[in-house]
């Protein structure tokens, strides 16, 4: 589908402006758009405000209504979202399709969650009191998304966000706007359906860093949830902490996989190159790392050097094909110089270099590489954004958990064993120290039921499944005394 075709497909009208939107495909510029400034972002986040005075009203269970219907209108419109996503961000169709699964999962889960967003009943040590934990509503959310989930992430703020009873600002990569239009254009459809939603309950902020600082810094958003590189979750995390406000981040990754001795290897092997290769190794769980046993070094590798000789570079829309482009030149340019620095430690580089250049002069496609291990380069601590797989032996386990934990980055992790105590310990308190720890799983994606998100450098925060809708909303502790006498706790004597 073309970007027309992916218009009327949607329903979508987009206003012509002066900002350039360029697909990654090719290079070119898919269309211009008009961005928000300083005066327009402050009125929607004053809509924002005034939306969430009355959302927050509504039951929740009817506000998980709405989150039903935009699912609806996801699953209508999947194909044309996943397109979307292939034009924009150089994702391959089963990649972009997936993400838009992931959106309609969530959506199922929000709905779900709607009727269950339970408080604790607390047994009190005085007679005739109550005592428990209410939750909610939080306010107006503050989302700031990253070029390469352009939906999902969203989804995964905004079906919380609202079944929670808040209103939601997104402002999401500008490399990627145009998926920011689609999925804002198809949540206005389900408001429309649903009929009594207020306006300004989800608005879409479409800028560079600035406006995005705009919104970082408005005390009336006491949420702010980040997705996107540790540099830019440093900067994001202390203004919001020096207003008190709260943060969800999500950041950048650095995720291995240890390969022990009594490994499937063909299970590993699968695992390996999906996670390295994906999406051109642009995803926070790309598979930066590979730690692998001394007995089996040598033949994992001679197999993983044969898989990637064989792996089909090319127009991610196109059939077959497993590795599309690099979201732009920089993106290249930082892989190029990350396996210059890989040489210059000594180590061997298999690929990495930029293919399909006479074909697509203006988009960056390369060949995924992989970095053997030196003696001078034992571990890599900084996260490229790039398909670079740093290939390392070990002989202990013990000590291929600490490399593994040794870098500042702590969100997806895994090893492949048939050893039960080796699962074990590499789950445990002295395994993984990541957000998440696998096993005979690879480190790239997550289910929506899972809480998602990661340690350290990763920015600590939780997104989607599990109890992570507690982050959208604010607990209240309530004690109630229907007797006739006023103890007070601990024993207190306070005669009056
Ligand atoms: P980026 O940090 O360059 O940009 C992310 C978003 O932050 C963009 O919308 C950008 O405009 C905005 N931004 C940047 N500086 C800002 C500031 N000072 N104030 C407010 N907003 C600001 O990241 P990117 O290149 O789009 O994405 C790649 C990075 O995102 C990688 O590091 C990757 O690991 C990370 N990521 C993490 C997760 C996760 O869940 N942990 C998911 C996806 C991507």
């Known amino acids: 589908m073309n970007y027309q075709e992916i218009k009327k497909a949607l329903g979508l009208k987009v206003d012509s402006g002066k900002f350039e939107v360029y697909s990654p495909v090719d290079g070119g510029v898919i269309t211009k758009i008009t961005l928000d400034d300083a005066v327009s972002v402050e009125t929607k986040i004053s ?24 699912g609806e209108q996801l699953r209508t419109h999947k194909k044309a979202l996943g397109a979307m996503i292939t034009l924009e961000c150089g994702k391959i169709t089963a990649e972009g399709e997936g993400e838009v699964q992931e959106m309609i999962d969530i959506c199922e889960f929000a709905t779900g969650l709607s009727r269950q967003l339970y408080g604790l009943t607390i047994a009190t040590e005085r007679p005739s009191h109550s005592l428990r934990e209410t939750w909610h509503p939080l306010g107006p959310v503050g989302i700031i998304s990253a070029f390469n989930f352009p939906m999902a992430v969203w989804s995964w703020n905004t079906a919380l966000a609202v079944v929670c009873g808040n209103a939601v600002l997104w402002k999401p990569s500008e490399k990627v706007p145009l998926c920011a239009l689609a999925c804002q254009h198809l949540f206005d459809v389900a408001c429309q359906q649903y009929e009594t939603s207020p306006p300004g309950l989800s608005q879409l902020l479409l800028g560079e860093r600035d406006v995005g600082a705009q919104l970082v810094a408005d005390s009336r958003v006491p949420l702010i949830s980040a997705t996107g590189s540790t540099p830019m979750g440093r900067e994001v995390g202390s203004i919001v902490a020096g207003r008190f406000g709260k943060s969800i981040l999500e950041l950048g990754g650095n995720n291995a996989i240890i390969v022990s001795q009594t490994a499937d290897l063909k299970l590993a092997l699968m695992a390996i190159v999906f996670g390295a290769v994906g999406t051109a190794g642009q995803r926070c769980t790309t598979t930066r790392r590979v730690f692998a046993h001394a007995d089996l070094h040598g033949e994992l590798l001679e197999r993983l050097k044969g898989a990637y000789s064989g792996l089909p570079i090319g127009d991610p829309a196109s059939e077959g094909v497993l590795v599309g482009p690099l979201i732009d030149k920089d993106a290249y340019d930082k892989m190029q110089t990350a396996l210059e620095e890989a040489r210059a430690a000594g180590c061997t580089v298999t690929g990495g270099e930029r293919v399909l250049a006479d074909q697509y002069p203006d988009a960056y496609y390369v ?13 890599v601590i900084r996260e490229t954004f790039a398909p670079i797989l740093y290939y390392f032996r070990f002989d202990e386990l013990v000590e291929a958990i600490d490399r593994q934990n040794d870098v500042p980055q702590g969100l997806s992790s895994a090893i492949f064993t048939n050893d039960v105590r080796e699962a074990e310990l590499f789950t445990s308190a002295l395994g993984s120290d990541c957000g998440i720890a696998n096993v005979n799983v690879g480190t790239s994606g997550a289910e929506i039921g899972g809480a998602f998100g990661g340690e ?16 959208y909303m604010r607990r209240s502790t309530a004690t109630i005394n229907y007797s006739t006498e006023m103890p007070l706790a601990q024993g207190i004597k306070f005669d009056i």
């Open 367 to 379: 060949q995924p590489a992989i970095v053997e291990g030196s003696d001078s380069l034992m571990n």
């Open 47 to 70: 809509d924002a405000v005034k939306a969430f005075e009355v959302w927050r009203q509504v039951p929740a269970p009817a506000r998980g209504e709405l989150i039903r219907l935009f």
């Open 456 to 471: 350290k450098e990763t920015g600590g925060g939780r997104e989607s499944g599990s109890d992570a809708w507690k982050g």
